[in-house]
């Protein structure tokens, strides 16, 4: 069964009333396409919290800056499509950028602290259009529960933020990375990589495992567990480093001296033109 799609804010209101009258549970996963077993593993999640799933795919312009790869993002809707009925989706929301940014929109949403940091840093403007565009889609579909990858983790975690702070009701649940046989996490933009820049790409998943290992092992200074994982990406030359960052789990605060509480080492760097982020938990 091919999944109902919705490009108007009409249709997608009178589908919502719809399951409203049912006492549907509905779960929404937002996406900008391109699909990979990443963003399938997280359709399946929301499966399991809820009735009724909608996949939302939208490329979202106010996320990319000036010199990023808005024009050149992977579009494979038809595909895509393919996919979310093989799942027995409910519901694809389809909305342009006029639905999403009419004729004198305006407003934006600003994190004033977490935003600010690591991939907030590098791509200045960034997270006010993810905040934006994930404030619409939650208040479009209305969903018991949004479900975002830990691939970006300081995405979700940002998510998580303004829906506390600005007292949503909307349960954010997050799904863990999916990854290829050789580690390199699953994203859209891997199909950019050339074979050579795709063979040096493993080293980011690399450094990660060897600094969980020595995590694991009871190293616990910040500096040294973050050496361990940059050591190997210094490696291979056609890594370029953006940061390496060991950050609280909860806040993304930066951390040093002996490490006390649950943390995340995010990653970010260029194959090439191919910008790639990945993090893994110490635990």
Same mark, same amino acid.
Request: charged share 15%; glycine share 4%.
């Given at each position: 069964m091919a999944p109902s799609t919705f490009i108007t804010l009409a249709e997608l209101a009178v589908q919502r009333a719809t399951w409203d009258a049912e006492g549907a549970r509905v779960a929404l996963v937002p996406t900008m396409g391109a699909l990979h077993l990443g963003h399938l593993s997280l359709v399946r999640l929301a499966r399991q919290m809820a009735d009724r799933v909608v996949v939302s795919i939208f490329v979202n312009p106010t996320q @990319?800056? /000036? #010199?990023?790869?808005?024009?050149?993002?992977?579009?494979?809707?038809?595909?895509?499509?393919?996919?979310?009925?093989?799942?027995?989706?409910?519901?694809? @929301?389809? /909305? #342009?950028?006029?639905?999403?940014?009419?004729?004198?929109?305006?407003?934006?949403?600003h994190n004033q602290g977490m935003a600010l940091t690591l991939d907030g840093q590098s791509r200045p403007g960034h997270f006010q259009g993810v905040l934006t565009v994930v404030m619409k889609l939650l208040n479009l579909v209305r969903p018991d529960v949004a479900i975002f990858g830990k691939k970006d983790y300081q995405q979700w975690r940002l998510i998580e933020k303004m829906v506390a702070d600005l007292c949503l009701s909307y349960r954010i649940a997050a799904g863990e990375t999916l990854r290829e046989v050789d580690g390199l996490a699953m994203s859209s933009r891997n199909r950019f990589l050339g074979d050579q820049d795709r063979t040096h790409a493993t080293a980011i998943y690399r450094g990660l495992t060897a600094a969980k290992a020595a995590y694991k092992s009871g190293e616990r200074d910040a500096q040294k567990l973050t050496l361990a994982c940059r050591k190997i990406l210094e490696i291979s030359q056609a890594v370029k480093i953006d940061y390496v960052e060991l950050r609280s789990a909860a806040t993304l605060a930066p951390l040093s001296g002996q490490v006390t509480e649950p943390c995340v080492l995010l990653v970010a760097a260029k194959l090439g033109t191919t910008r790639l982020i990945d993090n893994m938990e110490m635990e």
């Open positions: @990319f800056g /000036p #010199n990023e790869d808005f024009a050149k993002y992977p579009r494979t809707l038809v595909a895509d499509l393919e996919l979310l009925a093989s799942l027995q989706v409910e519901a694809v @929301f389809l /909305p #342009n950028a006029a639905t999403m940014y009419p004729d004198g929109f305006q407003t934006f949403v």
